[in-house]
């Protein structure tokens, strides 16, 4: 594209916008602006960056990462010679003048970010599509993502599951949604944007839950509460409960009855990892209504369709190489669940569903769970493996065969290949 062809809308400076927009790291940034100057940071991208991004960001919720921007960008275009705009030098000087670089790092500082879903051509058929074919996300979270604030981070499996819904959003349109350690709430908005009749929201910590309400107000999503006898209903609106795995019961979760249970990144605390067990169990055995029952025709013909041999409880895929035994057997490392699959499951972007969708309505009593997430801890992995076996939950890897379109293509710190999804299809009893 030719340097003077530069606007919001097109490819290369909207990846750019976008990625400043979700404090991307300064190097993809960068890499973005030469790509955008057709191999160097001309003039013309400096102003596509000051009109855009720096003269529009909110204060000082950005500064830090605009100074930091800044720095790369400038030092990028002297290297090479080139002219810096003076607008960028005193910006720069600005933000070196009035933080202080204690204030930078320590606390559980909060931003703003923007998370920008961008549909590719072709995707105008599909339900979550908006007319703009962008969903954008605004986001308030951490930066302290490994220091007591995770909850208020955005992980990567979170990304992942929203642009899985966003991709799908037959599986969870018009259905009763659950997630588990909702986190900042990107995929309780995913959830809600493609029509689930039903987002309840949890989390067992009250300072996450806090800032998860208010990303949902950022979102001009309404809140409620879930709970024995307080059920609020209306338009736009997201549950939000208090749930701290350990104290977990069932007459407490009687009321809830969900379609669907979701989670991104709930296996790394072995700890926590028995109370998350025995919560998706207590989900997993709660019955459907009448009106829940219909809609498990579309979900019988997911099972029939990956062939699932109900003698294997568990399958996984995480790493082909890895020699492992656990289980007694009952695992073997790279196994695939779709061997008999034919097909990605839906037409790119076109949303029609391939496999045949006639098999019988009910097939399935209980609801299904879609678990997202990256495996950090082999042992933390194989002992969820092991405590998901002991309470008979079956369990398919869906990663091969459900892969979500990549919405997300500006965002290069966001590895989609160390990511896996499974199904919970039942409790074998």
């Known amino acids: 594209m030719a340097a003077q062809e530069l606007h919001p809308s097109t490819p290369s400076s909207l990846y750019m916008l976008s990625a400043f927009l979700a404090m991307e790291p300064a190097e993809s940034l960068v890499a ?8 160097s940071v001309t003039e013309k991208v400096q102003r596509f960056i000051w009109d855009h991004c720096l003269s529009k960001a909110d204060g000082k919720s950005h500064a830090p ?30 933000y070196m003048t009035s933080l202080k670089d204690d204030n930078l790092v320590k606390g559980n500082a909060r931003v703003c970010k923007f998370i920008s879903f961008l549909f590719p051509d072709g995707c105008s058929g599909l339900p979550s599509c908006p007319n703009s074919r962008k969903l954008v996300v605004p986001l308030q979270c951490s930066l302290n993502m490994l220091e007591g604030d995770t909850g208020c981070s955005v992980w990567p499996s979170s990304l992942f599951l929203s642009e899985f819904i966003l991709s799908f959003p037959e599986l969870v349109s018009n259905k009763s949604c659950f997630e588990v350690g ?23 910590d009250l300072s996450t839950l806090m800032n998860m309400k208010r990303n949902l107000e950022y979102n001009n999503l309404n809140i409620g509460t879930a709970g024995p006898g307080r059920v609020t209903e209306g338009p736009n609106m997201v549950k939000c409960i208090h749930l701290p795995w350990e104290s977990a019961s069932e007459s407490g979760l009687q009321d809830l009855r969900p379609d669907v249970i979701l989670g991104a990144d709930v296996i790394y605390d072995p700890v926590c990892l028995p109370h998350l067990v025995r919560l998706l169990k207590i989900l997993l055995t709660q019955k459907k209504s009448c009106s829940q029952k219909q809609n498990d025709s579309w979900q019988g013909s997911l099972s ?3 062939s699932v041999d109900d003698k294997v409880n568990h399958i996984n895929r995480w790493n082909a190489n890895e020699k492992d ?18 097909g990605d499951g839906f037409d790119a972007c076109g949303g029609k569903t391939i496999w045949d969708s ?5 097939a399935r009593e209980g609801p299904l769970a879609y678990i997202a997430f990256i495996i950090r801890n082999v042992d933390t992995f194989n002992q969820f493996l092991s405590l998901v076996d002991q309470a008979n939950i079956t369990i398919t890897d869906l990663t091969e065969t459900l892969k979500p379109i990549n919405l997300l293509p500006y965002m290069q710190s966001y590895d989609r290949s160390k990511i896996s999804i499974w199904l919970t299809l039942s409790i074998a009893f």
């Open 32 to 39: 973005f602006a030469r790509v955008c100057g057709e191999g």
């Open 65 to 94: 990462y605009g100074r930091n921007f800044l720095k790369k960008l400038i030092t990028e275009v002297e290297l090479n010679h080139g002219v810096v705009l003076d607008e960028l030098y005193e910006q720069y000087a600005y």
């Open 182 to 204: 909702s986190g900042v709430g990107l995929v309780g908005i995913c959830l809600a944007h493609v029509k689930a009749s039903k987002v309840i929201l949890s989390d067992g």
């Open 304 to 306: 029939d369709s990956i």
């Open 325 to 342: 035994d656990r289980l007694d057997g009952k695992v073997n490392g790279a196994k695939q669940a779709n061997t008999n699959a034919s």
């Open 358 to 362: 006639t098999s019988s309505c009910g």
